[in-house]
Every structure is written in structure tokens, then in C-alpha cells.
């Protein structure tokens, strides 16, 4: 099964760094790790994507585990516009985006 | 830029017509996929095309069809809507196919079958 991993929901507090993890036991060599979120009633947006090693961008951080079974989205300083479900997609193939449920993130002001 | 742009944004269908659900995209990419997400849940993929002329079935097909004869377009068409088919419609695009590009989009179209 291609599908990840991933916590329910979290909570965290406004401008305080949230770790977001996702198993992906699975994996094969080949496959990327991608995280996406979407906001209420918005389709989902692109955060990051990694493959071995650790990967940063102006939204996020995104570290892999060493045997590449698991991952974590670090969001650094929490605002309330990060408040989403995130989910973390591991690539099929060549083609396909498989989404779980992800994990519906709440920030507290 | 406009990305990748879905119309309509909202749809009352009844039991048994048809409609085409529109999707375009002005960023040269070759890979479109169109996915349904009912409440509560995640994305499920309907169909993709890696390219013009080229689809094939995702995870939930049944009831939808799928061309793609243009670079720019993809639209899903359902044949006779059943309530079943009541969800929120995302279409996505792609540079190329392969897993280390970005998926870009669109806002939606949410479709009530009545």
C-alpha cells in the first residue's frame, strides 16, 4: 500500500515551531516525499518535497528520517494562516499523488 | 499567471443529467489529473492524462469520462449523475509525470446531484 501515515490531528501555539511527522514504512528508493496543505474550502497547496536528504523553503522544513521510512514537516514559527490539513504523499511510480487524511492542524492564538 | 482554472465554481445537478466540469491550465504542463474529495476526507484520484491524447483510469473512474486533445485543457465529464457523485471536484497539473515535481491546484467545483 502507497499510502502514508499520519496523525489525526495536532495542536499547536501561534509563533511556536510545529512538528508534523508521517510514516512511510513502505517506501522504495525511488519514491519522493511530498507534502501538500490545504485551508478551508481552498484546493491543496504545495509545502515542500525531499527524497534522502533534509530539504528547506521559505514555508517549511521537511527532515527524513535516514532509512527513509518516516518524515516530519517543520513549521518554524506557527500563524494562524497555517492552520490546514497537511498531508504527506509518497510519490507511486512516475504519475500518481495519493492522498491519506492527513493531519487537520489547529493553532491557538 | 492564472494557474490552473476550474469552472464552474458551484453545480446543482439533477439524478440522471449530464455536465461537463471544466479544467485549464496555462502553464505548458503535461500531467493532469482530476480528483473528488467527499467531507471529511482526502483526495481520491478519477482520472489522469500524462500528456494530449493520453488518459487513464485512477482510483474511483466509474461514471466519469476523460479526453485530452489540448496541452491546455482537461475536462471531466459525468455521463448520468448519481448523488453519489455529490463532492468537491480538484483538478491538478504537472510539469512532467515524474515524482520530483510539484503539483499545482485549482479551487474546485463543488457539485450537488439532487
Given at each position: ?33 511530498h507534502w501538500y496543505r490545504q ?5 491543496p497547496e504545495y509545502v ?37 490539513v497537511y498531508y504527506c504523499i ?7 499523488l495519493?492522498f491519506?487524511?492527513g ?7 | ?101 510539484e503539483a499545482?491546484f ?9
Open positions: 500500500d502507497a499510502k502514508t501515515t499520519q496523525p489525526n490531528s495536532m495542536e499547536s501555539n501561534e509563533e511556536e515551531p510545529v512538528h508534523l511527522p508521517c510514516n512511510h514504512s513502505t517506501i522504495s528508493g525511488t519514491d519522493y516525499i485551508l478551508p474550502s481552498q484546493g515542500i518535497h525531499g527524497l534522502t536528504s533534509n530539504v528547506n523553503n521559505r514555508m517549511a522544513s521537511l527532515a527524513i528520517a535516514e532509512d527513509r521510512k518516516s518524515s516530519t514537516l517543520i513549521l518554524h514559527r506557527a500563524t494562524l494562516r497555517d492552520a490546514a509518497r510519490i507511486q511510480g512516475a504519475q500518481k495519493v491519506g487524511q493531519t487537520r492542524l489547529t493553532i491557538n492564538p | 499567471n492564472a494557474g490552473v482554472t476550474q469552472t464552474p465554481k458551484f453545480q446543482v445537478l439533477k439524478t440522471g443529467q449530464s455536465m461537463t466540469l471544466q479544467c485549464a491550465q496555462d502553464m505548458n504542463h503535461e500531467y493532469m489529473s482530476w480528483y473528488r474529495q467527499d467531507p471529511g476526507m482526502g483526495l481520491r484520484l478519477i482520472h489522469y492524462s500524462v500528456g494530449a491524447g493520453i488518459t487513464d483510469q485512477g482510483e474511483v473512474p466509474n461514471g466519469y469520462n476523460v479526453s485530452r486533445s489540448t496541452t491546455e485543457d482537461f475536462p471531466l465529464r459525468l455521463l448520468s449523475a448519481a448523488p453519489s457523485q455529490t463532492s468537491v471536484y480538484f483538478c491538478a497539473s504537472r510539469g512532467t509525470p515524474f515524482a520530483n515535481t499545482f485549482g479551487q474546485g467545483t463543488r457539485l450537488t446531484v439532487v
